[in-house]
Nanobody
């Protein structure tokens, strides 16, 4: 059974930082591309950042320079370090793992709220 469990969300003031974690089980984590997506109320789910099995990364323009994605294959965990947070970063953040065969697995999401 595949499970992706996110943690680290919460309430933070503008300009603050948060670190999200996503622990995976039931998959061969090191061969998967993993990433973070987010969905704000009334909006479609959008890509935030991805990291492939070889470590190459991809970021949405809106977070480039502020967010950093990383992975620890030994712990089957992907991280998202979020700095200089803005109110428009408020959303539910989801972790996704994509296998080489194209299967997608999603976590349950973690709420991030940026507000003073």
């Amino acid at each position: 059974q595949v499970q992706l469990v996110e943690s680290g969300g919460g309430l933070v003031q503008p300009g603050g930082s948060l670190r999200l974690s996503c622990a995976a089980s039931g998959i061969l984590f090191r061969i998967n591309t993993v990433g973070w997506y987010r969905q704000a109320p009334g909006n479609q789910r959008e890509l935030v950042a991805t990291i492939s099995s070889d470590g190459s990364t991809n970021y949405a323009a809106s977070v480039k320079g502020r967010f950093t994605i990383s992975r620890d294959n030994a712990k089957s965990t992907v991280y998202l370090q979020m700095n200089s947070l803005k109110p428009e970063d408020t959303a539910v953040y989801y972790c996704r793992a994509r296998s080489p065969r194209g299967f997608n697995y999603w976590g349950q999401g973690t709420q991030v709220t940026v507000s003073s």
